[in-house]
Nanobody, 125 residues
Framework: EGQLVESGGGLVQPGGSLRLSCVAS????????MNWVRQAPGKGLEWISA????????SYSDSVKGRFTVARDNAQDTVTLQMNDLKPEDTAVYYC??????????????????WGQGTQVTVST
């Protein structure tokens, strides 16, 4: 069964940067668009970014556009999220998930084939 494992979370000061990584295994990584979704404490899931199967197209929510950059390396079965100019409101558990189609906005939950376990990002002084 397919697996996704996120890493790279941690504690960072406002204005700082982190790079999250999500490594896939046991499924055809290049056959899927990849998404990043986050959940802030006490809040619902918020889709924030996606990248198409070959890495040619990306999409972002307004909340992260211009600050976050998604990329992928299909040779390494890895998708990354470079997060710059982090703000306290970015504090959340960050998840990666795969979808068959590349979304320009939040896809329905039913579109996700695989999910990672999440990695915690805390932005605080």
């Amino acid at each position: 069964e397919g697996q996704l494992v996120e890493s790279g979370g941690g504690l960072v000061q406002p204005g700082g940067s982190l790079r999250l990584s999500c490594v896939a295994s046991d499924f055809s990584f290049s056959s899927y668009a990849m998404n990043w979704v986050r959940q802030a404490p006490g809040k619902g899931l918020e889709w924030i970014s996606a990248i198409d199967k070959c890495g040619r197209s990306t999409s972002y929510s307004d909340s992260v556009k211009g600050r976050f950059t998604v990329a992928r390396d299909n040779a390494q079965d890895t998708v990354t999220l470079q997060m710059n100019d982090l703000k306290p409101e970015d504090t959340a558990v960050y998840y990666c998930g795969s979808t068959e189609q590349f979304p320009l906005d939040a896809p329905p939950m039913s579109d996700y084939a695989y999910w990672g376990q999440g990695t915690q990002v805390t932005v605080s002084t």
